[in-house]
């Protein structure tokens, strides 16, 4: 059964960078699409972006276009979210999720194969 750890998250300053891994176990992570979602405070949660099994990549999110990228490194199981330029409004808690129908079912975020428990990013000066 696939299982995801997210790592990564901190406190940062505006204008800032982190980078976030999903780590999986349990299965290859190359036969999921990959997608990142975020929670901020008293908000619903939102897509990000997501990664297909192919490479290819979906973003969800305009608020984070040139600002954010997704990856994958397939020797390491892992799928990362690079995060520049953060602002404040980034601030949330981030999770990964897979799914094996595609980032077009990780767009719905409903009954996905996986979640991770979520790293805590927080921007402010």
């Known amino acids: 059964q696939l299982q995801l750890v997210e790592s990564g998250g901190g406190l940062v300053q505006p204008g800032g960078s982190l980078r976030l891994s999903c780590v999986a176990s349990?299965?290859?992570?190359?036969?999921?699409?990959v997608g990142w979602f975020r929670q901020a405070p008293g908000k619903e949660r939102e897509g990000v972006s997501c990664i297909g099994s192919s490479g290819s990549i979906t973003n969800f999110a305009d608020s984070v276009k040139g600002r954010f990228t997704i990856s994958r490194d397939s020797t390491k199981n892992t799928v990362y979210l690079q995060m520049n330029s953060l602002k404040p409004e980034d601030t949330a808690i981030y999770y990964c999720?897979?799914?094996?129908?595609?980032?077009?079912?990780?767009?719905?975020?409903?009954?996905?194969?996986?979640w991770g428990q979520g790293t805590p990013v927080t921007v402010t000066s």
């Open positions: 349990g299965d290859t992570l190359d036969f999921y699409a």
């Open positions: 999720a897979a799914d094996n129908l595609g980032c077009s079912a990780v767009r719905l975020a409903y009954e996905l194969d996986a």
